[in-house]
């Protein structure tokens, strides 16, 4: 009987291991995914420096440093978090930490910016 447990749990967790294999991570791989359209609101970064992360925790993937001034489309929010349109003009006024090829969106935490144009 032990030896029907012990062949059932290496056949199940392999299985089960493979089914969380992405999670965990606060959406990290999320920016690469198809953004959605801009909403029209506009924020302007309000500190030194703004991290733009992957997903919307500060556990993801750092990809771009905005600098303060720097002014960004609002595509969508999620609790504290704010999605941005990344150009490719951010990466040569940014700082890159990472980078990017297919992200033309990120995160930016709610603190880091201020609503320049509100959206409609």
């Known amino acids: ?13 392999p299985l089960d291991a493979s089914a969380q294999r992405g999670r965990g991570r606060g959406g990290q791989g999320q920016g690469a995914s198809e953004a959605p359209k801009p909403t029209g609101e506009l924020v302007r970064v309000k500190t030194g420096h703004a991290n733009v992360h992957t997903g919307p925790t500060s556990g993801n993937e ?3 440093l905005a600098a303060k001034g720097t002014v960004l489309p609002v595509l969508a929010r999620r609790g504290e978090w704010v999605q941005v349109g990344l150009s ?10 990472r980078w990017y090829k297919n992200e033309n969106n990120g995160w930016i935490h709610d603190s880091m910016v201020e609503v320049v144009k509100p959206g409609p």
């Open 1 to 13: 009987m032990l030896f029907l447990c012990v062949v059932a749990a290496i056949l199940v967790l």
């Open 62 to 64: 750092v990809l771009v």
């Open 88 to 97: 490719p003009e951010l990466g040569k006024t940014g700082m890159v930490m």
